[in-house]
């Protein structure tokens, strides 16, 4: 097992990315400690686990209450960043409330669980290792998600420059950057835009895929890119950025 007697630590855990993830590590043998803002839905996520699987209600922008989780883990090795939201923005007749709040979680989150993690980890002297799950937006556009990317091209960078200010610790901190993918974060006022025409036509389309595996990804598939940086056997990776997205960035 490649997470044996880990003690792992997942953000928005409850549903998506987060969720698949920490079934995952489960399988892999870890211990696994999962955090959100809906008790709801980690309970779930925890019940389908099982006792290999904590849950505790919190805020990534919630520092105080972040910092008590992490001080009641036994250990923690291995940190998933996936908390996010994601709504449209118009760049001129939304408020700038709304940027600050997608900015608030997206990037000071972040943030938060990056300082807490390394701050923990530094002081047990074991190393580890921190993924953020950030998205293909963080280098592309696409209307309405201008603070939506601008949070995630921000979070690469502070990932690596932890990796270099951290390598001493032998604390690896590195990217996962999904495409389309099946998460409740798909849908947009109701409708699931993977779902939609416009996905269809424009990046699902057989006579000229955008996507050239011609299907959106499902949690499962990025949960196994976030295990491969959090495998101990991953061992000199550490600043880099893993784009899946099913070809979607590469064509033109």
């Known amino acids: 097992m490649m997470l044996k007697d880990k003690t792992c630590l997942i953000t928005g855990g409850g549903t998506g990315i987060g969720r698949a993830a920490a079934q995952r590590f489960a399988e892999e043998g870890a211990r696994v400690w999962i955090t959100g803002r809906q008790q709801k839905h980690l309970s779930e996520t925890a019940a389908a686990i099982g006792s290999a699987c904590t849950s505790r209600q919190g805020d990534v922008t919630d520092v105080e209450t972040l910092r008590s989780i992490v001080h009641e883990m036994p250990a923690l ?75 995630k091209a921000a979070i690469n960078q502070l990932a690596r420059q932890l990796a270099v200010e951290w390598a001493a610790h032998r ?58 940086f959090a495998n101990p056997r991953n061992t000199y990776c550490t600043g880099s950025v893993l784009t899946v997205d099913g070809g979607l960035t590469v064509t033109f």
Not at 119 to 148: F, K
Not at 202 to 225: C, Q, T
Request: hydrophobic share 45%; charged share 20%.
């Open 171 to 228: 604390i690896l901190v590195n990217v996962v950057a999904p495409g389309f993918v099946h998460t409740p974060m798909s849908y947009v006022s109701g409708v699931n835009e993977l779902e939609s025409e416009w996905c269809k036509t424009f990046f699902l389309n057989p006579r000229r895929p955008r996507v050239p595996l011609l299907r959106p990804g499902e949690p499962n598939e990025i949960a196994e890119a976030i295990l491969f």
């Open 77 to 151: 090795d291995v940190v998933v960043s996936n908390a996010a939201v994601s709504f449209p923005v118009d760049p001129l007749a939304d408020s700038p409330d709304k940027w600050r709040q997608m900015m608030e979680v997206n990037l000071w989150g972040t943030v938060n669980v990056c300082r807490l993690a390394g701050e923990r980890m530094i002081r047990q002297g074991t190393g580890g290792r921190i993924v953020i799950v950030s998205s293909i937006l963080a280098e592309l556009a696409e209307p309405g998600s201008a603070p939506y990317g601008m949070a």
